[in-house]
């Protein structure tokens, strides 16, 4: 199939560079075919975010979001920021980065959706259900478009009753926008060597549950940070919950995926979490509806790569344009889609296929993007250094040196980071009460994820061999705990012998955190199966 453009992931980055397109478009009076691929079941059913939203990127796209109907329904009302100690609680003062005054809290899945919706009006093809699991390149090495995922193919390899070979998709421009560590993009880091001069890319692994909770301890509009308990001081990680309208809140955990102990367990930190003296009341009589993890960038402005490249380019998160301080990263990754498209508008007036236009990251320079990414740029490696270091830098940066400071930090990839788990203290959990804490089965349950079972795995073990020699000797196998979903399972013969590594793949929740923080990058996540994945609702 032939497209002007091919867009690769229907979140806020994917969508608003459909629209803007065809914005474009229709004020030149020129015809422009876009089409988006999404490999979630909808639009919406793989995308997990906090979420507060800055509005300032949809104000650009439509300033009549209003009227449109945009699902922006709960404003900001109140900012607190605490630090938790095991029993109790300090209110600290906001840094300026988190005051949220003029913003909402929203579903990220329901924003989506209705930017799905705004883009099919336009006249923009979203093909949901349709994983793109290759780049196709022409004979230039220009990037030519992608091919969908084959449906139908057992798990021995073979096609099965019913199979149906993937479509290849060609474009004059093709965007990346697959969010977070997406699975294409890493293949294009090194196939044009993108990131030759930035820094690592770093993240975190977000943790997410939505509650319906009493009326009583809800208050609509109230956002809530913690930081402190239970994560220890050299850890980097804290909580978000946001009351949203209807009685709901959103309850989050973020732990740095630069942590060291192998023993830790995010989902169990974000567990134990919730059972805090000051937390807890907010859960009890209230019902857990939903569960889900994803991944996102913490590396911010020197983290960035090359950004353009023969035949296509990288919006959103999967280039890593997170405002780490702000743990926001929708208005940024909606502002670099709609630089990208129009940059590429431009270039579509030229005859050439597959050229580069590096005139996208130029314009994305003249862009508030690009000012207020390189402001926040040295505050999550000041806490590299620990809590207390990260804490005093943060606000010498924020106050004294308002993000001007004439040095930069640097990251080391999170993969490199853990110690030997014989050097680590164990940590003990607590088991779950099935109240306000719970196990993995159950809290993957409420993700409603779903896979074909018969298909080849599509978490890939470049050697299965060192799953065993070296993950679980030097680390306890560490896949265990923090994959939030259960997929990872060491078993064993009856007498304790013979360990080997059993991928539950069918309960992956896509949050690409084994494909980021196994120590020896032994793991390598591969779209699965069109559809397949977790179904969330309003995440
Ligand atoms: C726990 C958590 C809390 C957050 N809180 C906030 C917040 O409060 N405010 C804020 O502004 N930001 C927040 N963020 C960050 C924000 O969610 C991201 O910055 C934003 O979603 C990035 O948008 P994106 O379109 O680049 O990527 P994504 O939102 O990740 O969307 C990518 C889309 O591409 C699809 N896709 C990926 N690969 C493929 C493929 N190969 N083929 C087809 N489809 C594909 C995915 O299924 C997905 O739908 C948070 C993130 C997390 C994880
Ligand atoms: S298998 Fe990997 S991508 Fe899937 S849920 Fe577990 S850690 Fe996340």
Known sequence: MEFDVVIVGAGPAGLSAAIRLKQLAGQAGREIEVCVVEKGSEVGAHILSGAVIEPRALAELFPDWQARGAPLNTAARADRFLFLTATGAVKLPTPPQMHNEGNYIISLGNLCRWLGEQAEKMGVNVFPGFPAAEVLYRDDGSVKGVATRDMGIGRNGEPKAGFEPGVELHARQTLFAEGCRGSLTKTLFERFDLCRDADPQTFGIGLKELWEVSPQVHEEGLIVHTIGWPMPADTYGGSFLYHLEGNQVAVGFVVGLDYSNPHLSPYEEFQRFKTHPRIRPTFEGARRVAYGSRALNEGGFQSIPKLSFPGGMLVGCAAGFLNVPKIKGIHTAMKSAMTAAEAVFDALAAPEQGQEVTDYPERLKQTWLWDELYRARNIRP??????????????????????????????????????????????????????????????????????????????????????????????????????????????????????????????????????????????????????????????
């Open 382 to 539: 000041a806490f590299h250094k620990g809590l207390w270091t990260g804490i005093a830098y943060s606000g010498l940066d924020t106050y004294l040196l308002r993000g001007k400071a004439p040095w930069t930090f640097h990251h080391k990839p999170d993969h490199t980071q853990l110690k030997k788990a014989s050097d680590c203290p164990r940590i003990d959990y607590p088991r779950p009460d099935g109240v306000i804490s719970f196990d993995r089965n159950s809290s993957v349950y409420l993700s409603a994820t779903n896979h074909e079972e018969d298909q080849p795995i599509h978490l890939v073990l470049r050697d299965p061999a060192v799953a065993i020699k070296v993950n679980l000797a030097d680390y306890d196998a560490p896949e265990q705990r923090y994959c939030p979903a259960g997929v990872y399972e060491i078993v064993r013969a009856e007498d304790g012998s013979d360990p080997r590594l059993q991928i539950n793949a069918q309960n992956c929740v896509h949050c690409k955190t084994c494909d980021i923080k196994d120590p020896t990058q032994n793991i390598n996540w591969v779209t699965p199966e069109g559809g397949g994945g977790p179904n969330y609702p309003n995440m």
